[in-house]
Nanobody, 114 residues
Framework: QVNLVESGGGLVQPGGSLRLSCAAS????????GSWYRQAPGGQRELVAI???????DYADSVKGRFTISFDNAKNTVFLQMNSLKPEDTAVYYC????????WGQGTQVTVSS
């Protein structure tokens, strides 16, 4: 049994920052691929950022230069540092991890509003 526990969401003003965390626990082996998705109200779930155990990263065009995805291998945790947040970043953010199979976190709400 593997669980992905997300934290770090909340309410922030435009231009602010948040850091999301996704920790794999339980019978978790090393995360091979970690990613963050988001889903805005009425919208489809979209890929925001992805990182592999080899260090490859990629981002959605809408967040390039503002968001950074990273690994803490010792803690088996994936992070998403979000800077210069905009109202259009408001969404539920979901962690996804590929270990032996694919797992999803429960989602964490990010609201960017003044």
């Amino acid at each position: 049994q593997v669980n992905l526990v997300e934290s770090g969401g909340g309410l922030v003003q435009p231009g602010g920052s948040l850091r999301l965390s996704c920790a794999a626990s339980g019978d978790a082996l090393r995360i091979n691929v970690g990613s963050w998705y988001r889903q805005a109200p009425g919208g489809q779930r979209e890929l925001v950022a992805i990182i592999t155990s080899g260090g490859y990263t990629d981002y959605a065009d809408s967040v390039k230069g503002r968001f950074t995805i990273s690994f803490d291998n010792a803690k088996n945790t994936v992070f998403l540092q979000m800077n210069s947040l905009k109202p259009e970043d408001t969404a539920v953010y979901y962690c996804n991890a590929i270990i032996k199979t694919e797992y999803w976190g429960q989602g964490t709400q990010v609201t960017v509003s003044s």
